[in-house]
């Protein structure tokens, strides 16, 4: 069965750097987004993107924060300078059109020192 | 603004007995509905979703919830646990916003199950 995957699992790095995290969508998916799950806290929605473009970005999606998807096949969140409070599990989904369900994939845990 | 739910923040069940997952949603039109879970270090997988249609609906593992409007509820039930069951549960509504939706998801319940 298809999946959505996430690289890597776990990035750990210090303050202020750059991080890019990467997903590979489901590969007939046109939908595209991210979410993040602050540890002990519920999932929050953090951008769409449709068309090469963004549909939607949440408050939290400031000026720190671009997604891409530079081929085909991948979705890249990337935070230019990150933060401390940016530690968190990454989701990505996708989905095959505006309204089916989205797929997440297993995550990726950032952790920033 | 939509938001959801969860009042159980935890919840301990004995395997074998019955399951309900409580989840209040609000939101001005007719919601999509959605239950994930997700077990330690995992990402997020759908149980069961509501569109439209029969209000009581099937999902994976045993899983059913049923959605009553006049409660603005969407609980999760399962007649009979077991020790896999064991995860932390998540509700979630579909926001419609620009051409697609948003999930917002409730706080979560995290389910321990006794052997």
Not at chain 1, 8 to 26: A, D, F, K, N, Y
Not at chain 1, 47 to 54: A, P
Not at chain 2, 61 to 83: C, D, Y
Request: glycine share 8%; hydrophobic share 35%.
């Amino acid at each position: 069965e298809p999946e959505v995957t996430q690289t890597p699992s776990h990035q750990v790095t210090q303050m202020g750097q750059e991080v890019i995290l990467r997903c590979v969508p489901i590969s007939n998916h046109l939908y595209f987004y991210w979410y993040r799950q602050i540890l002990g806290q519920k999932v929050e929605f953090l951008v769409s993107f449709y068309n090469n473009e963004i549909s939607e970005k949440s408050e939290i999606f400031d000026d720190q924060f671009s997604v891409e998807r530079p081929d085909g096949s991948n979705f890249t969140l990337k935070i230019r300078s990150t933060k401390l409070e940016d530690s968190a599990m990454y989701f990505c989904a996708s989905t095959p059109d505006a309204i089916s369900e989205q797929f997440f994939g297993p995550g990726t845990r950032l952790t920033v020192l | 603004a939509q938001s959801v739910t969860q009042p159980d923040i935890h919840i301990t069940v004995s395997e074998g007995a019955s399951l309900e997952l409580r989840c209040n949603y609000s939101y001005g039109a007719t919601p999509y509905l959605f239950w994930y879970v997700q077990s330690p270090g995992q990402g997020l997988q759908l149980l069961l979703k509501y569109f439209s249609g029969d209000t009581l609906v099937q999902g994976i593992k045993g899983f059913e919830a049923e959605f009553k409007r006049s409660q603005s509820s969407f609980n999760l039930r399962k007649p009979s646990v077991h020790w896999s069951d064991a995860a932390e549960y998540f509700c979630a509504v579909g926001e419609m916003t620009s051409g697609t939706y948003k999930y917002i998801f409730g706080t979560g319940t995290r389910l321990k199950v006794l052997a």
